[in-house]
């Protein structure tokens, strides 16, 4: 029966400085201390499980379902707002960059 753990690739563990096989996985652990071979891959695996597990916040002007009528109109006038702001931002910077040639 062949051995399936083996690997083509070799990385130097950033613990104990030894070549190990590396088979590419953010879970890849050192032959000889036991550390993670990659440990920037490990930390980015688990910030994601964590934010996959945590809820997500509603933005402030995110109209929810629950909200009642007043809520949800002063959420629309905001929204409103917001898209007039950054067509004004938007004509100002146009005409400055007009003018500027």
């Known amino acids: 029966m062949a051995d399936t753990t083996s690997s083509s690739?070799?990385?130097k563990c950033p613990h104990c400085q030894q070549w190990s096989a590396w088979n590419q996985r953010p879970n890849d652990r050192c032959e000889h201390c036991g550390?993670?071979?990659d440990p920037r891959?490990?930390?980015r695996v688990a910030e994601e499980n964590r934010k996959a597990i945590e809820?997500?916040?509603p933005s402030l002007l995110e109209i929810q379902s629950d909200d009642n009528v007043i809520v949800r109109f002063f959420k629309r006038i905001g929204r409103v707002g917001q898209v007039v702001f950054g067509a004004i931002l938007a004509f100002?910077?146009?005409?400055?960059t007009f003018v500027a040639g």
């Open 35 to 37: 550390g993670f071979l």
């Open 55 to 57: 809820p997500k916040e």
């Open 92 to 96: 100002f910077i146009a005409v400055i």
């Open 41 to 43: 891959a490990q930390r």
């Open 9 to 11: 690739f070799t990385k």
